[in-house]
Each structure stands twice: as structure tokens, then as C-alpha cells.
């Protein structure tokens, strides 16, 4: 009867601890307005290797995208015009892809040219840190802090966004 009890004591323990884990394991992680930007570091395209931390006082746009993604495909164009409108200010947009064969990627990219600056991250090691999931999400980081998240596809050159960004210049 003291062996049963034990053994009753130890499965109630471990179902705790497995209780304990899953509810660690969906707390929310993802990057929150007004918090640091989540570190990390990143080889581009271009060959320049960058972290948040690379660009001062400008405004740093970070879109998470991947090229087999129909909205984050339809929202390169709308990211080209916006870089363009705003790379003499002090705006950089960075565009993060989580594309795993580099061929279809820079295929794609040869096929669409941008003009901001890209990388590929295949493991999705920094939207990971940065929580993001789903694709496409932009974080626009000011000052190494995330002043805004948008969860999914956008229109760069609408009147809201680049009132909101001009206000960060």
C-alpha cells in the first residue's frame, strides 16, 4: 500500500511538471510594441552582415516573408516604391526570408528585383525570436525598440503607414 502511494505521488508530480511545461512552452514570445527589439544578427544578401543595433537612429523596417507565400509575394511591390520614397530619410527596409532552397530563392529575386536589402534564413532562427509564426510580419524597430507589428500583408505606400513613419523621422 506505501509503494501505491508513492507511485501515485510520483504521477501526480510528473502530470504537474507536464502541466507546468506545456503552459511554459505557449506563453507569448513574440516581440511587443515598446519593448527591445529582440537581438539578432544576419548575414544579407548584399553581404553585409547587420543586427538591429546596425542602424543608429534610423527607422529599420524587418519583414519576415518567404517567396511560396502569395501575400508576402504581392507586397514586394508596394515594399520596393516605399524603400524608394524613403531611403534618403533615414528608412531601411530588410526583408527576411524563411525560404529552405536557396535556387527558387534567388530565382526569385533575379525574376523580381528589389531594392531594399534581403536574407535568407532558412531555419527561421530571427522570426523565431521574434515570435513570428506566420508570415508576412513586419516589425518597424526605432531607436533598437519595436515601435510596430503588423501581422500580415500591407500596403507600404498607403497614406496610414507613411504619415506613422514619418512621424518616427
Given at each position: 500500500m506505501n509503494t501505491n502511494n508513492v507511485i501515485r505521488a510520483l504521477i501526480g508530480l510528473l502530470a504537474l511538471c507536464f502541466a507546468g511545461l506545456i503552459v511554459y512552452s505557449l506563453r507569448d514570445t513574440s516581440a511587443k510594441e515598446g519593448q527591445p527589439a529582440p537581438q539578432f544578427s544576419i548575414k544579407t544578401d548584399q553581404g553585409r552582415t547587420?543586427?538591429?543595433?546596425s542602424f543608429g537612429g534610423k527607422v529599420l523596417v524587418l519583414n519576415f516573408w518567404a517567396t511560396w507565400c502569395p501575400p508576402c509575394v504581392q507586397e514586394v511591390p508596394s515594399l520596393n516604391q516605399f524603400q524608394r520614397e524613403f531611403a534618403g530619410q533615414g528608412v531601411v527596409v530588410v526583408a527576411v526570408s524563411i525560404d529552405k532552397n536557396p535556387q527558387k530563392y534567388q530565382a526569385?529575386?533575379?525574376?523580381?528585383?528589389?531594392?531594399?536589402q534581403t536574407a535568407r534564413d532558412p531555419n527561421a532562427d530571427v522570426s523565431s525570436?521574434?515570435?513570428t509564426f506566420q508570415i508576412p510580419e513586419t516589425y518597424i524597430i526605432k531607436d533598437g525598440r519595436v515601435a510596430r507589428k503588423f501581422p500580415e500583408e500591407e500596403n507600404w505606400t498607403s497614406d496610414d503607414i507613411t504619415q506613422y513613419v514619418?512621424?518616427?523621422l
Open positions: 547587420i543586427s538591429p543595433n526569385f529575386l533575379s525574376k523580381i528585383p528589389v531594392v531594399f525570436t521574434y515570435g514619418k512621424s518616427l
